[in-house]
């Protein structure tokens, strides 16, 4: 007795315990399904690759504040978004968003939510304090020359009194001196002294003051007492000297007045440049300016004010031209008015899994769509983000299982109904079903796979292979209970049944998983997981229509017989008649026109191969993202109405209009950065950068480059000293440092450490060991294109200096997964066939002593494979991550229609000795179930042309052909 009579005789002869130990498998299997989760990430896609390792490298080593954000983009569409009511709606709207919990705690802390209306508003903030600084700084100036002056003036009359009161000190010295030659010498001439004192001094007497002095001197003369001497000498000099010593003083407290005045105005001249430095300091910090202090300075304007802010802050000029990020493309710069603009609001990533939007960022940009909608009424607004992005993957994907999977079933209930024309039967189906999905979800819940866009296809496949195994057992028992040959009771016909068809669902589910497993060739983590739970299921199915599904429709027909029920069912395409002549034809054709047949077949198939031979390969964000459903499909009832899709349209529409956040490239450029020839490597990259098709411009016509040098350049704009050590460093005059660059380095991070470490990498022993280039790409780009361009940018900096430059960012690895698709579809498509010829020639050689049998069981689905490819370039359909897998599947599928065909004519041909019996009975016999499953199986899979996910669409359509 042979393994699979005793299997056989088993499950029948001990169906009861079959059945219990298959719940019990099911049970535990059904434990994990609830540990599943969901993600809609292209992240995942991603294997390891230099350009991924660099990203990740990018992203650990270069940090500007946050880490981890994410940019949502609000695009604001009206008649004119820069009128002044537009613009405070604009700030209204931020100020809603700080003020929202759900929107707030996303949020980065340093400037989260920024646009237009804000460099409007802070462009008018700097022009009102950059008034009052030049207001300032003049009257300072002229205050501190008149001081200047002043003081000058005053010490000048200060020297001059000095040298005043000397001469007078010297001249009253004289008189004395005269006084004594007068009292000493009585016949000494009075006037005679005095002149010769008026002669040796500046200063001018008059007769009054000769007067006084004779009057001195007589009373000198005349002097008995000591008293009377001291006071002839005061009279004849002080005396004489009075007035002059009078005018003196008066002159001496005009200058101390006017030296207090001067204090005053000194201390005056200290507080205004108090205050100037104030108002420099406001105006240098006029960016921060909260959004009241934004909202009042819009408000005190009028509309030719804030027009005359926007020529100035939107001209494109200089350090303007950074704020045409906010605009569309088509924006001429300096323009008052215009229709369209972005508002930027920057998120925290938060956790959501690699590359996958967090459920507190997808409500945020969910909440930011209804609170920007209600706060600007009468702007349209477009919410463009990860967040929202992923909402729509996910809700799609949700979307296509209510609407793909009650249809599959329903098709199926529909094609079993007719096939089976018998209720318990259709149920016992569809229950085989219902376990196999439980425990495929199972085994990724155990095995911890996530459930992404690749497994939507998942259920559709397991049910449409699922009931072709039933219908391949049904059908065949029920052919046993009407053979005169074999015993026509339940069990007896039961156990021919699964020993002449077990035999062929074990080699079919041997070919389909090696199909399916050929997969794990691919460098592609998902799809490497989608072949092993499809494998996986595919096992289950075999173990659950080969076991449960047979003990139990054992057991229920005979419970029903055994109370007088006839359960001898015909099998579909039995009995003669016009359907039989049908399925004969596929004989008729080889009995009378074999050669016909085989030259029509290669002929197709060549054909097809050719133009398989130039199917395109796709991977990108759009693929992913659903366009509006259907009418039909919106009239829906709930819950199988799908929600409303937006996300392709505004994608498209940011694409053509505006510079898109998350279309960006990175060099990654390593090596000594202090090199003389560094920066000139860097910049003429950045030249070749700026003149690629593929990099978005503003709509200035500037390219949208950040880099080291652009950095330089900017933070020289706004510093002196650091302007001066640039200049220095460029010895050629060419704008681009060539020397002492660790001294320009230096000075770059002192001044602006956040803005530096996002672009360059200081490690911690002072090194500058690695920089990177970003450049904004037009989202409408190619991934071939933007890989080849930025690849060349790269390579200039690697030709003009011994720096290294790696290429990377989204887009390209988005177009490495690219190639790594088309390389699995011809990787897995040669080991499928390897594998299965190999099987299949060993399986045929030991069971039937005919190793060709395996071959020529396998040519059919050779010819079945180059005529999907040819039908996908008829139809325009790309490879993408589930149509890339079409090849292995149609390996996989396809073999099993061979194998039972093979098997049924085998077993036929043993019974009949008859080639045209054998062949007859075989088309006729296992052609009804064949057509009975294939036609199960083209619905199952042609359902999902009802999906709301794109790639799904193309999957179905084109694995049901």
Not at 220 to 225: D, F, K, W
Not at 607 to 614: E, P, R
Not at 903 to 909: A, S
Request: hydrophobic share 45%; no cysteine; glycine share 8%.
């Amino acid at each position: 007795m042979s393994w699979i009579d005793k299997l056989s005789t088993a499950i029948t002869e001990h169906s009861r315990a079959a059945i219990a130990v298959m719940l019990v498998l099911t049970v535990v299997a059904g434990a994990g399904a609830g540990m599943v989760d969901q993600s809609s990430s292209l992240d995942q896609f991603q294997g390891e690759t230099t350009e991924s390792q660099k990203l990740d490298y990018i992203n650990e080593n270069f940090q500007t504040g946050n880490q981890n954000t994410t940019s949502a983009q609000l695009i604001l569409r009206g008649d004119n978004v820069l009128s002044k009511d537009a613009l405070l709606a604009q700030l209204r709207t931020e100020q809603a968003f700080l003020q929202n919990d759900t929107i707030d705690s996303t949020l980065a802390d340093e400037q989260p939510v920024y646009g237009v209306a804000n460099v409007v508003a802070v462009g008018a903030i700097q022009q009102e304090q950059a008034k009052r600084v030049r207001a300032t700084a003049a009257e300072l100036q002229q205050l501190n020359a008149t001081v200047q002056q002043e003081k000058a003036a005053l010490e000048e009359l200060g020297a001059e009194l000095d040298a005043r009161s000397q001469t007078l000190n010297e001249t009253a010295a004289a008189l004395r001196g005269a006084l004594d030659t007068l009292r000493e010498n009585p016949d000494v001439n009075v006037r005679t002294q005095f002149e010769q004192v008026a002669s040796e001094t500046s200063v001018e007497f008059t007769d009054e003051d000769y007067a006084t002095f004779q009057a001195a001197t007589d009373q000198l003369r005349n002097a008995e007492s000591q008293q009377e001497a001291t006071e002839a000498y005061q009279l004849g000099t002080q005396g004489v000297l009075a007035d002059q010593f009078q005018r003196l003083s008066e002159r001496a407290q005009a200058l101390e007045e006017r030296q207090a005045a001067l204090e005053e105005q000194a201390a005056k001249l200290e507080e205004m440049a108090a205050t100037l430095q104030d108002q420099r300091a406001a105006l240098q910090n006029a960016s921060s300016a909260s959004l009241d202090e934004q909202m009042t300075q819009l408000e005190s304007m009028n509309a030719s004010q804030i027009d005359s802010v926007i020529e100035a802050a939107l001209s494109g000029d200089g350090q303007s031209s950074g704020a045409l990020a906010f605009m569309p493309t088509y924006y001429e710069p300096g323009d008052t008015a215009t229709n369209a603009t972005m508002l930027l609001v920057t998120q925290q990533s938060g956790s959501g899994g690699a590359g996958a939007a967090s459920d507190a960022l997808v409500d945020a940009q969910l909440a930011m769509q209804d609170l920007a909608k209600q706060t600007i009424e009468s702007t349209e607004v477009l919410v463009f983000g990860t967040g929202i992005i992923s909402e729509e993957i996910n809700s799609s994907m949700t979307d296509s299982l209510l609407i793909v999977g009650p249809l599959a079933i329903l098709f199926v209930f529909l094609a079993l109904a007719i096939a089976y024309r018998d209720v318990i039967d259709i149920l016992l189906g569809l229950s085989g079903i219902g376990v196999v999905l439980v425990w495929t979800f199972g085994f990724m819940g155990w095995a911890g796979i996530s459930f992404n866009q690749l497994f939507i296809a998942v259920p559709v496949l397991l049910i449409g292979l699922s009931i072709d195994y039933a219908i391949h057992i049904f059908m065949r028992h029920r052919e046993e209970r009407h053979n005169d040959d074999t015993p026509s009771t339940a069990a007896g016909a039961m156990k021919v049944a699964l020993t002449g068809v077990g035999v062929a669902l074990v080699w079919v589910t041997a070919t389909t998983v090696i199909g399916f497993l050929s997969n794990l060739s691919s460098p592609v983590p998902p799809i490497q997981e989608f072949g092993v739970v499809s494998a996986v299921g595919i096992s289950a199915a075999l173990l659950v229509f080969g076991v449960l599904i047979p003990a139990l429709k054992l057991e229920v027909d005979s419970f029903l017989e055994g109370r007088g029920w006839d359960r001898k069912k015909r099998a579909f395409g039995t009995g003669g008649g016009r359907f039989s002549k049908v399925l004969a034809v596929g004989s008729t054709a080889a009995r009378k026109a074999p050669f016909v047949v085989l030259a029509l077949a290669i002929v197709v198939s060549g054909a097809a191969a050719f133009g398989g031979a130039q199917v395109d390969t796709s991977f990108n964000q759009e693929d992913f993202l659903a366009e509006d459903p259907a009418d039909w499909q919106k009239d829906l009832p709930e819950p199988f109405a799908p929600g409303e899709y937006t996300a392709k349209s505004n994608l498209e529409y940011v694409n053509e209009n505006f510079l898109r956040q998350d279309s960006q490239a990175q060099i990654l450029v390593e090596g000594d950065l202090t090199e003389p020839g560094a920066l000139a490597a860097i910049d003429t990259a950045v030249e070749t950068a700026a003149s690629s098709p593929v990099t978005q411009k503003l709509s200035n016509g500037d390219a949208n480059i950040r880099s080291p040098l652009s950095l330089i350049q900017q933070v020289a704009a706004s510093d002196d000293g650091f302007a001066e050590t640039v200049a220095a460093a460029d010895t050629d005059g060419d704008g681009v440092p060539d020397e002492n660059l660790d001294t320009v380095f230096e000075e770059l991070f002192a001044v602006a450490p956040q803005q530096s470490a996002g672009i360059i990498e200081q490690t911690d022993s002072g090194e500058y060991s690695a920089a990177r280039l970003v450049v904004s790409t037009s989202g409408a780009a190619s991934g071939g294109e933007v890989t080849s361009e930025m690849r060349a940018v790269a390579d200039d900096i690697e030709a003009g200096s011994s720096l290294t430059a790696t290429a990377t960012g989204q887009t390209i690895l988005f177009k490495i997964v690219q190639d790594q698709l088309l390389n699995t579809v011809i990787e897995s498509l040669l080991i499928t066939l390897a594998a299965v010829f190999t099987f299949l020639m060993l399986t045929y050689r030991i069971t039937e002593g005919s190793a060709t049998l395996g071959a020529v069981t396998l040519l059919p689905v050779v010819f079945s494979v180059s005529w999907i490819l040819g039908t996908m370039y008829l139809l325009d359909i790309p490879f993408n991550i589930l149509t890339g897998m079409i090849t292995s599947l149609t390996v996989g599928l396809g073999v099993a229609y061979s194998i039972h065909l093979s098997e049924r004519y085998n077993q036929e041909l043993e019974r009949t000795n008859s080639v045209w019996t054998a062949m007859n009975r075989a088309v006729t016999g296992t052609g009804g179930a064949l057509l009975g499953s294939a036609a199960t199986t083209v619905g199952g899979f042609g359902v999902l042309a009802f999906a709301i996910l794109p790639p799904l669409q193309q999957f179905g359509i084109i694995t049901g052909l």
